[in-house]
């Protein structure tokens, strides 16, 4: 267990990182190729590592396992991940990373469905120290954006929508933290359903996509560059998340909340990166100490 929590750890430093590099790289570039340029770079590492790794696993992937691998890749990154990074250009990664750090909680709440209906390889039980965890972690990630929100919502369409995609994106982010333990487990390794998902979901944006990409790059090579430090990072997240959930012993509704906490990762680098003049709001540092509370809730209640 205290390795998945190390996991998941490296999970949110990811995750939390990855928003940052999107929102500068998309400064110079539209969200639906930064997010094609994202992949390519998420591809290029985890299939790399795949190979070198899990060659022969990949050999042996039966013809069903590549429509569930789409599946995965739909949901995650043509669901997910571009809900996200078109709601950070709308409003900005401060504010929509604590809305998408709420995916802890759809994933609690399917994996505890999951586990009800009796769905192989989930065996969730859900204490009163995690249970209570969780909801002070999304409480508190919800209050760090409350100022945002005030001040914002009801402002404009963009203000609406924005805050519309990064819920959206959060319940992608806890249907594919489970459907990643899912194939997992029927298909073989998780650096291998990580690369295979995000290999299908390139080769889809790709037609549509590629040259948009191609041109944005020529036109801003600083940006691309951004957005391919994005992609590195949600890589090394979203292979050490799978690896978590995928350990023996592990617990999702142990890991997830970790993972959530990446906006205060997000929320620092912005402060420290993207300073203009922003003043540090009362909500911020009560939601901050909650959700770093509701955390330390989480992993002594998967512990003890």
Do not use: H
């Amino acid at each position: 267990m205290l390795l998945s929590i190390g996991l998941a750890c490296i999970a949110a430093l990811g995750f939390g990182s990855a928003a940052i590099f999107a929102r500068v790289g998309m400064q110079g570039l539209s969200p639906m190729p930064g997010t094609l340029i994202s992949l390519v770079s998420s591809t290029l590492l985890a299939g790399t590592l795949a190979l070198a790794f899990n060659f022969d696993e990949i050999i042996a992937l039966p013809v069903v396992a590549l429509a569930w691998l789409l599946g995965n890749g739909i949901v995650t990154y043509m669901g997910g991940r571009t809900q996200q990074y078109i709601a950070i250009s709308l409003i900005g990664a401060a504010r929509v990373t604590p809305i998408v750090g709420g995916a802890a909680l759809f994933a609690a709440l399917f994996a505890i469905a999951f586990t009800r209906f009796g769905v192989p390889g989930f065996d969730e039980q859900m204490t009163v120290m995690i249970g209570v965890g969780t909801v002070v972690v999304v409480l508190g990630l919800a209050l760090t954006s409350g100022n945002f929100l005030r001040r914002s919502w009801g402002r404009d369409w963009r203000s609406v929508l924005g805050y519309g995609l990064a819920l959206s994106s959060a319940a992608c982010y806890g249907v594919a933290t489970l459907s990643g333990r899912v194939l997992s487990n029927l298909f073989g390794s998780p650096l291998v359903m990580a690369a295979g998902s995000m290999f299908l979901a390139m080769l889809v944006l790709a037609p549509w996509y590629g040259p948009p990409a191609v041109a944005g790059v020529a036109r801003s090579g600083k940006s691309g560059l951004f957005m391919f430090l994005s992609g590195l990072a949600a890589a090394c997240a979203v292979m050490s998340l799978y690896f978590a959930i995928t350990r023996e012993g592990s617990n999702i509704l142990v890991v997830t909340p970790i993972v959530s906490c990446f906006p205060l990762v997000t929320l620092l680098l912005a402060r420290l990166f993207l300073r203009g003049g922003e003043t540090v709001p009362k909500e911020l540092v009560i939601g901050t100490l909650m959700a770093v509370g509701g955390v330390m809730l989480v992993v002594v209640g998967g512990i003890i």
